[in-house]
C-alpha cells in the first residue's frame, strides 16, 4: 500500500459510538498514521464529535446529492423526527438524503408507499454510501449492526472487495436484522461463543465470527471507572450502604396496560424503589434513565439516600460498578451489570420486554413478572454473593481484538 491505510467506521446512537471510539483509538494506536475516518449518525453524531472533532455526520456530504433537493424532503420529513441530542441542519441532511436514496432505488411513489410503511427504517442509502466511498477511498470498512446507514456501508464495501467488518453489541437473535440479511459481511464480531454459533447457525460463515467481546464493555474492567465508583459513594455519603441502580426507559404510548404507558412504567418503578429506600436504611438509590429520554420522566422531590442521574453528567460504568443490584426492562445496562458481577432483575411485564427479548431467558437476570413482586426479588438477590453471566464476560481487551482484526484485514 502506497499510502496510509483508511479505514472507515459508520455508526448511530450513544451505546454503539461506545463501541467504535475505543477500537478508533486502539487501531490508531497499532498502526500510526492510519487515516480513520468516522461517520456519525443521529443521536451518536455529538457524543462523537465531543470525543473526535472530526467526526463526520451527512450534513458533510451534502455536496454529494442534490443538496436543494436533499434539504427540502429533510425539513418536509423532520416534523416530529427531530431530537435535542441532534443538530437541527444533520437531521434535515440525513433524512433528505436517505429519502433521495429511496426515490433513486423505488422512484417517486415507490419511496413514498415505502416511507409511508416503514418511515426511517426502510431507509438503505446505497447510492449515497457509494458516492462516499468514492469521495473517501477507504481501505476497510467497519460498521456497528443497525439496519440502515451501517448496513449500507458494510454491503457496499462487499460489492467492492473491501474488508467489511460488523460488530454486533449484544446476543444476535432473529430480531436483529443483521442476523438474517444478505449479503453476509466478511467479517463479524460477537461477543461470546453463544452468539458465534446463533450466526453461523443464521449462514454466516464460521471463519468470519470472532468472539472479540464488546469495546463499549471494556470500561467495567477500568481501574479508573474502579476508583470513580468509590468517589461516587464517598461523595454521596453512602458509605457501608448498598446500591440499586435503576436505568429505565420509556415504554410504547399504546401499551397493552395504559397504566404502563410512555414514561408511566419508569415512574412507577422509581416510586416503588424510593417505598424500599424508606424502610431499608442500608439501602440507596440511583434512578438513571435513557440518554435520549431522561427528560420524559417527570422529577420525583428530592429525597434522603436517593441520587437522580444525569445521563449527560455521569457515565453508565462507575454508576454500575458503584451498584449491587440493578433493575432494567431489556438495556445494554442489563447484560454490561451483569459482566460486572451485578445482580440483575428484568421487569418481564414491560412491552419492550413482550416484543423484544428477555435478558431472563438470555441468562443474564432475574426475571420480574409483576410489579408487586419487585421488592421481594430485590431483597431476595441482595442475599446472594456476586456472581457474573457465565456466558458473558468482559477483560477489558475486546477493542484491542477488533482493532487487531481490522488491522489483519488490510494486510491479508
Not at 471510539?21 to 443521529?42: F, K, N, W, Y
Not at 421481594?376 to 458473558?392: D, F, R
Request: some cysteine; hydrophobic content about 40%; proline content about 7%.
Amino acid at each position: 500500500m502506497s499510502r496510509a491505510p483508511r479505514v472507515l467506521f459508520v455508526s448511530y446512537g450513544g451505546g454503539h459510538i461506545s463501541m467504535v471510539l475505543p477500537v478508533i483509538r486502539e487501531l490508531e494506536a497499532l498502526l500510526p498514521g492510519v487515516q480513520c475516518t468516522l461517520l456519525a449518525l443521529t443521536t451518536g453524531h455529538l457524543k462523537a464529535q465531543a470525543a473526535r472533532p472530526d467526526t463526520l455526520g451527512y450534513r458533510n456530504f451534502l455536496h454529494l446529492v442534490d443538496a436543494d433537493a436533499a434539504r427540502a424532503w429533510g425539513e418536509r420529513l423532520s416534523e416530529g423526527n427531530t431530537s435535542p441530542d441532534v443538530p437541527r441542519d444533520e437531521t434535515i441532511a440525513y433524512l433528505g438524503i436517505n429519502y433521495l436514496d429511496l426515490i433513486a432505488q423505488h422512484g417517486e411513489t415507490g419511496a413514498a408507499d415505502l416511507y409511508g410503511e416503514q418511515g426511517r427504517y426502510g431507509f438503505r442509502p446505497l447510492h449515497f454510501m457509494r458516492a462516499v466511498m468514492d469521495a473517501l477511498q477507504p481501505d476497510a470498512v467497519v460498521a456497528t449492526n443497525s439496519p440502515r446507514s451501517e448496513r449500507a456501508a458494510l454491503d457496499v464495501a462487499g460489492e467492492r472487495g473491501l474488508p467489511n467488518i460488523g460488530m454486533v453489541d449484544m446476543f444476535g437473535l432473529d430480531s436483529d436484522t443483521y442476523v438474517l440479511h444478505q449479503p453476509k459481511p466478511a467479517l463479524t464480531c460477537v461477543i461470546s461463543e453463544g452468539v458465534r454459533q446463533r450466526l453461523i447457525a443464521h449462514g454466516f460463515p464460521a471463519e468470519g465470527v470472532a468472539v472479540t467481546g464488546n469495546p463499549a464493555f471494556d470500561g467495567l474492567s477500568s481501574r479508573v471507572n474502579a476508583e470513580k465508583a468509590q468517589t461516587f459513594i464517598e461523595c454521596q455519603g453512602w458509605q457501608g450502604l448498598t446500591p440499586i441502580l435503576w436505568t429505565g426507559h420509556l415504554e410504547p404510548t399504546d401499551a397493552s396496560d395504559p397504566m404502563f404507558a410512555g414514561p408511566r412504567l419508569g415512574l412507577k418503578v422509581e416510586q416503588a424503589l424510593r417505598d424500599l429506600i424508606r424502610v431499608r436504611n442500608d439501602l440507596a438509590l440511583i434512578v438513571r434513565y435513557h440518554p435520549n429520554e431522561w427528560h420524559h420522566f417527570q422529577r420525583i422531590p428530592e429525597q434522603p439516600r436517593v441520587h437522580f442521574s444525569k445521563p449527560s453528567e455521569e457515565p453508565i460504568h462507575p454508576l454500575i460498578l458503584a451498584s449491587r443490584a440493578v433493575v432494567v426492562q431489556n438495556s445494554t445496562v442489563g447484560l454490561e451489570s451483569a459482566i460486572a458481577g451485578r445482580s440483575v432483575v428484568s421487569l418481564e411485564f414491560a412491552d419492550t420486554v413482550k416484543n423484544s427479548f428477555s435478558m431472563a431467558k438470555m441468562g443474564v437476570s432475574v426475571p420480574c413478572h409483576q410489579l408487586p413482586d419487585l421488592l421481594s426479588i430485590l431483597n431476595q438477590v441482595l442475599s446472594w454473593p456476586e456472581a457474573h453471566a457465565k456466558e458473558y464476560v468482559s477483560d477489558g481487551r475486546a477493542a484491542f481484538r477488533v482493532a487487531n482484526l481490522v488491522l489483519n484485514s488490510l494486510f491479508d
